[in-house]
């Protein structure tokens, strides 16, 4: 299994901004970006087809964050703008062979990088 690495997360002030990025992905159909809060399960944040760009996204983050490939870098990243507090959590990147919003359908996971966001 090929393994994602994911960088660029931090603590920051409500309504700031952060991005994140996930390499390894490029050779699969799709790479979405899932975050998983202390105590609770993971949840779907994201996603990206690498064949054209079509992009999903959760009805929380959905006007805020934007899922986006930078194909120089051959990386998928995450823009998160006017976070808030519950938008903590860590987020993992991951890729697979279909568009799913379940954990369980991707066969590759990068390590989570933690986003923290204070009021």
């Given at each position: 299994?090929v393994q994602?690495?994911?960088?660029g997360?931090?603590s920051?002030?409500a309504g700031?901004?952060l991005?994140l990025?996930?390499?390894?992905?490029?050779?699969?159909?799709?790479?979405?970006?899932f975050r998983?809060?202390?105590?609770?399960?993971?949840?779907?944040?994201?996603l990206?087809?690498?064949?054209g760009?079509?992009?999903?996204?959760?009805?929380?983050?959905?006007?805020?964050?934007?899922?986006?490939e930078?194909?120089?870098?051959n990386?998928?990243?995450?823009?998160?703008n006017n976070?808030?507090p519950e938008d903590?959590?860590?987020?993992?990147?991951a890729?697979?062979?279909?568009?799913s919003?379940?954990?369980?359908?991707?066969?590759s996971?990068?390590?989570?990088?933690?986003v923290?966001?204070?009021?």
């Open positions: 299994q994602l690495v994911e960088s997360g931090g920051v002030q700031d901004s991005r990025s996930c390499a390894g992905s490029k050779h699969f159909l799709c790479t979405s970006w998983q809060a202390p105590g609770k399960e993971r949840e779907f944040v994201a990206i087809a690498w064949n760009g079509t992009t999903y996204y959760a009805e929380s983050v959905e006007g805020r964050f934007t899922i986006s930078d194909s120089a870098k990386t998928v990243d995450l823009q998160m976070l808030k903590t959590a860590v987020y993992y990147c890729a697979g062979a279909h568009y919003l379940i954990p369980r359908e991707y066969t996971w990068g390590q989570g990088t933690q923290t966001v204070s009021a």
